[in-house]
Nanobody
Framework: QVQLVESGGGLVQTGGSLRLSCAASGRAFSNLAVGWFRQASGKEREFVARIRWNTEYHADSVKGRFTISIDNAKNTVYLQMNSLKPEDTAVYYC??????????????????????WGQGTQVTVSS
């Protein structure tokens, strides 16, 4: 199992930027699917972005503002967040999966596809 540690969260004003990092130990990210999810207070955890075999995919709610990327040399995945809005406020989680395939529409963006999770990092966007 891979161990994940997120960092980079904090308090930012509307329109600002943050970059989250997810460092892995135990497995190389290049062999995994890696995703970012977020969970706002009182809401379910929702998909933000994923990268798998160097192919990125972003949720519609963040497309054009957030970018997921990977640095294989550092075994770290990043989430660059620009033009932040108050509705982006949430705890952000990094997740990883060793699975090679997933059946069903939206399966690769589902919580159940991912096996390992970080502890989360808080992002707060003030209006």
């Amino acid at each position: 199992q891979v161990q994940l540690v997120e960092s980079g969260g904090g308090l930012v004003q509307t329109g600002g930027s943050l970059r989250l990092s997810c460092a892995a130990s135990g497995r190389a990210f290049s062999n995994l699917a890696v995703g970012w999810f977020r969970q706002a207070s009182g809401k379910e955890r929702e998909f933000v972005a994923r990268i798998r075999w160097n192919t990125e995919y972003h949720a519609d709610s963040v497309k054009g503002r957030f970018t997921i990327s990977i640095d294989n040399a550092k075994n770290t995945v990043y989430l660059q967040m620009n033009s932040l809005k108050p509705e982006d406020t949430a705890v952000y989680y990094c997740a990883a999966s060793t699975k090679s395939y997933c059946l069903g529409y939206g399966c690769y963006e589902s919580v159940g596809f991912f096996e390992s999770w970080g502890q989360g990092t808080q992002v707060t966007v003030s209006s």
